[in-house]
C-alpha cells in the first residue's frame, strides 16, 4: 500500500514540475488570476490563476466591463445583452430611435457604454440615421445592430 501511495505521490510530482516548468499556453483567460500570475504558464501558476478568478468572481466583471484583462467586445453582436436587448425590443426602440428620445434609446445608450455628455449626441445621430438603421420590414435585430456599429464608426 505505501509503495502505490509513493508510485501516485511521485507521479504527481512529476507531471506537476513538467506542467510548471514546460508548459506553454495560458487557460485561465483573463481576470485577476490573469494578472496575478502572468508570465506564468505552469499548470500550478494556472490552476492558482483560475483558481483565484473563480473565488472573487472577477473574471465575470472583467468580461463584463472591459478590466483586468478582458477584452472589450469586438462587435455589437457579440455583447450578448444588448443582443438580447435589441432583439427583444425592437418596436420599441425603432419608436424611440425616430423621435430621438425615449426610454429604450437610453437603454440603448447605456448598454453601448456611451458616456451621459455623449449621449444627445448618440441620439441626434441614430435618429438622422433611422432609415440606414431600420432599412426593411424584414430587417432583424441583428441588422439593427451591424447598422447601429456601421454609423457609429463613421466619422461624425
Known amino acids: 500500500m505505501k509503495r502505490v501511495a509513493g508510485l501516485v505521490l511521485a507521479g ?12 506553454s ?15 506564468k504558464d505552469g499548470l500550478l501558476s494556472q490552476v492558482c490563476a483560475a483558481t483565484s478568478n473563480g473565488v472573487f468572481g472577477n473574471q465575470t466583471f472583467g468580461i463584463t466591463f472591459g478590466t483586468s ?10 455583447n450578448e445583452k444588448l ?26 445608450a447605456v448598454l ?4 451621459v455628455e455623449q449621449r444627445a449626441e448618440l441620439y441626434l445621430r ?15 435585430h441583428l441588422d439593427v445592430l451591424d447598422n447601429i456599429e456601421a454609423i457609429l464608426h463613421q466619422p461624425s
Do not use: W
Open 69 to 78: 484583462n478582458c477584452a472589450k467586445y469586438s462587435s455589437f453582436t457579440s
Open 126 to 140: 441614430l435618429q438622422a440615421n433611422f432609415s440606414r438603421i431600420y432599412a426593411s420590414e424584414g430587417v432583424t
Open 25 to 39: 499556453q495560458s487557460n485561465t483567460g483573463c481576470g485577476l488570476g490573469s494578472i496575478l500570475f502572468k508570465d
Open 83 to 108: 443582443n438580447k436587448f435589441v432583439h427583444e425590443n425592437m418596436d420599441n426602440l425603432a419608436v424611440d430611435i425616430s423621435k430621438g428620445s425615449g426610454e429604450y434609446l437610453s437603454t440603448l
Open 112 to 115: 453601448l457604454d456611451t458616456p
Open 12 to 23: 504527481f510530482c512529476a507531471l506537476t514540475y513538467v506542467g510548471v516548468s514546460h508548459a
